[in-house]
């Protein structure tokens, strides 16, 4: 693993249906971040966690759940998902005892489509 | 006033040409600001951090405005692969996270 591993790739999934996204870092960031993105919104924070142990809520965290049981991984769950959750979900992560210039390295990115 | 603010474009431009775009954001108190590059269906990436003092990065510079509020990218001597979604992002300082602009479009043609 080089950076942010998503999981899966993509997804269709039933509406009413449980799914967890994966999301997982070998950087060692204490920081990390759960974003949605749909056209025309842009990157719409849901959920992040500062440190292991931690999660606060973001922009849009209605219908989502996380767990930051370690450093490394951030699962996010939908629970019972409805067409409104179809996105680009993207987990990001960040180390802010760099400095604040360092930004953001993001994962690949979790297609899911709501039917 | 939107918290982070760009031209969605899109901006077509041709392959040779220098072009440059802004960036708007609310909070004067931010400290930290980046130019992210995002491709067709791919994720956001860095491109380049925005220092008080302009920087470049060969055909990029960035500059920031605090009187106004505004950051810049200008691009130099275009190339097709620079064709993407530049997206503009700002730290808060409320709560030390970035917020992320919609995006400028850029098209450049050969």
């Known amino acids: 693993i080089a950076g942010i591993t998503q999981a899966p790739t993509s997804q269709i999934l039933a509406a009413g249906r449980r799914m967890t996204l994966r999301c997982t870092q070998d950087?060692?960031?204490?920081?990390m971040y759960w974003y949605r993105q749909d056209l025309g919104l842009g990157l719409r924070l849901i959920h992040y966690?500062?440190?292991?142990?931690?999660?606060g809520k973001g922009e849009v965290p209605d219908g989502y759940s996380v767990s930051r049981a370690n450093t490394d991984d951030f699962p996010l769950t939908l629970a019972s998902a409805v067409p409104s959750q179809t996105s680009v979900y993207f987990c990001?992560?960040?180390?802010?005892?760099?400095?604040?210039?360092?930004?953001?390295?993001f994962g690949s990115g979790t297609r899911l489509t709501v039917v | 006033r939107k918290e982070v603010e760009q031209d969605p474009g899109p901006f077509n431009v041709p392959e040779g040409a220098t072009v440059a775009f802004n960036c708007t954001y609310s909070?004067?108190?931010?400290?930290?600001f980046f130019w992210y590059r995002q491709d067709c269906r791919k994720e956001p990436k860095l491109l380049m951090s925005?220092?008080?003092s302009g920087n470049e990065d060969g055909r990029f510079t960035a500059q920031l405005n605090r009187a106004s509020q505004y950051i810049s990218l200008l691009i130099r001597d275009s190339k097709l692969s620079d064709s993407a979604t530049y997206l503009c992002?700002?730290?808060?300082?409320?709560?030390?996270?970035?917020?992320f602009g919609k995006g400028t479009r850029l098209h450049i043609l050969p």
């Open positions: 990001a992560s960040s180390d802010p005892m760099r400095g604040r210039n360092y930004g953001y390295t």
């Open positions: 950087m060692r960031h204490n920081a």
């Open positions: 966690s500062n440190t292991a142990g931690t999660t």
């Open positions: 909070n004067s108190a931010s400290q930290s």
């Open positions: 925005v220092y008080s």
């Open positions: 992002v700002v730290n808060s300082n409320r709560d030390d996270k970035i917020i």
